[in-house]
């Protein structure tokens, strides 16, 4: 009778340790993040099947209100399987904000490698606490479908967005090759829910693509990087990577644009990078991205008080993401989570980095704490930002305790049974010849029912990790033929 109970507790200590290692995403590029609460949501983007690569709805979170390792995020998977009613449109490179309220996100735009328009334009919503998809029925005129754009939002609940593309992934066009540029700013206010395409005054910069953008307190949006694009004719789009010293700002105060030129140590043109305010409210700090020949993995620092790149001291690189663009990264408790991303269209990523920037030298770390930083940092004491959290709350944070909960009483049940184990299995050894078979039998089936029952509802929660991305040779990337920058299709 011991040698069940044995195997049934080794079963039990599988399951549990699978169900603590949490759900595996697959590798990705081009998806969205936002950060709502305690939880990063991260939405869509193009995965591989077979040698094709197809959008996805795929709704992933990851939650901030307890520590983890890199090796093993608590990923959970919310992506919508409803067969044929799913509202969720499936796009990659497309925008996302969260409602004033804190308790939805919106997606608007993408693109897809089927030449199909998305309904409302890749507009909809997301309610995090009932878990459900919608399409605001009520909101007209949203801006026409366009992609490699981003969005920044005030305090106040209106989300910013600039430039983007139109093209054969988004049904602007049929044709593979022809390419129209946007250089409108456009508005969603998530309390009144209305579009609105902001006019104008002065002189505006070239609209750009693949660019980042970082909403500062002051209510100015700072563009970075990505490339400018000019329109000579209707489908003919030239485009040319933008200098890292070329910032153009937009005052959401006063609708108007106005160009800066930074100085200090310029890093190199890139675009597909991505960038966070750090806890100062002043720095902005880049990593990452792609250009003609290279990727990186690098990290930079843009002053925003001074206009003044600087390059600062990076440890343990050994826990920094390999070069990659396409990423996200989300801000939390002074460090830069960053995740999946591509290399040259060949290698595909679902992995997690985690830098400190709390420490006077930027540390990659071994994953996400809720502590102190080993070493003090040198920078101005940290203050509060849109893209912060430290203190749990809200539905989420709550999800997470019970998780957490829950893992923990599992284990329980495994120690309590294998403790029963081991104390009813000396007498049961030592009295067998006096002992009944049938009393043997009761307390061995009562230990193993408890442990099968636990092992059958853990078991429900189990999920199957997917493969591993595969891997390829760099190709060389030009601006000039073809559209390897532009197309998600090497």
Avoid at 114 to 126: E, K, R, T
Avoid at 399 to 409: C, D, L, M, P
Wanted: glycine share 6%; net charge negative.
């Amino acid at each position: 009778m011991a040698k069940p109970t044995l195997l049934a507790i080794v079963a039990l200590l599988a399951t549990a340790a699978r169900l603590a290692t949490g759900f595996t995403p697959v590798p990705m590029y081009g998806q969205s993040a936002v950060l709502i609460q305690d939880t990063i949501f991260v939405y869509g983007g193009y995965r591989r099947i077979a040698s094709k690569f197809v959008a996805t709805s795929n709704l992933y979170t990851l939650d901030v209100s307890q520590p983890w390792t890199s090796a093993n995020p608590p990923w959970v998977d919310l992506t919508d399987t409803t067969t044929g009613s799913s509202v969720a449109p499936q796009s990659a490179f497309q925008t996302m904000w969260p409602s004033a309220d804190n308790v939805s996100f919106y997606v608007w735009g993408g693109g897809n490698n089927i030449n199909q328009s998305l309904s409302q334009n890749g507009f909809a919503q997301y309610n995090i606490v009932t878990k459900t998809w919608s399409i605001p029925s009520t909101v007209v005129n949203i801006p026409l479908q366009r992609r490699k754009l981003s969005a920044s939002w005030t305090s106040s609940g209106v989300a910013y967005m600039w430039g983007g593309v139109g093209d054969w992934h988004t049904a602007y066009t049929t044709d593979q090759n022809a390419l129209h540029a946007f250089d409108d700013m456009i508005t969603f206010d998530t309390k009144k829910l209305v579009w609105n395409v902001l006019d104008i005054i002065g002189q505006k910069p070239l609209p750009r693509m693949d660019y980042t953008v970082t909403m500062l307190h002051n209510g100015q949006m700072v563009f970075i990087g990505g490339t400018t694009m000019q329109q000579p004719n209707v489908t003919v789009v030239t485009r040319k990577l933008a200098p890292m010293e070329d910032i153009p700002i937009f005052d959401t105060n006063s609708a108007t644009w106005k160009q800066i030129y930074a100085t200090g140590a310029i890093p190199p043109v890139r675009l597909m990078h991505t960038a966070i305010l750090s806890t100062d409210d002043i720095s902005i700090v880049i990593c990452c991205g792609q250009n003609n020949t290279v990727s990186f993995n690098d990290v930079a620092v843009l002053d925003t008080q001074n206009w003044y790149w600087t390059i600062p001291e990076v440890e343990g690189n050994g826990n920094a993401p390999s070069p990659r663009m396409a990423i996200s990264s989300i801000f939390v408790n002074g460090q830069m989570i960053i995740f999946f991303g591509t290399t040259n269209w060949d290698a595909l990523f679902n992995d997690v980095s985690v830098l400190d920037t709390r420490t006077k030298s930027f540390q990659w770390i071994t994953g996400f704490t809720l502590s102190p930083p080993s070493s003090p940092s040198s920078s101005p004491s940290p203050s509060s930002s849109p893209n912060s959290t430290n203190t749990p709350n809200g539905p989420f944070a709550s999800e997470g305790i019970i998780i957490t909960i829950a893992v923990v009483g599992g284990l329980l049940v495994v120690v309590i049974a294998i403790l029963i184990f081991v104390i009813t299995r000396k007498p049961l050894q030592k009295h067998v010849q006096t002992e009944s078979s049938d009393d043997t039998s009761h307390v061995l089936v009562s230990v193993q029912s408890q442990i099968q029952a636990s092992s059958s509802d853990i078991l429900l929660s189990a999920q199957n990790k997917p493969d591993q991305p595969d891997s390829a040779p760099r190709s060389h990337l030009d601006l000039h033929t073809g559209d390897h920058l532009l197309s998600p299709l090497p």
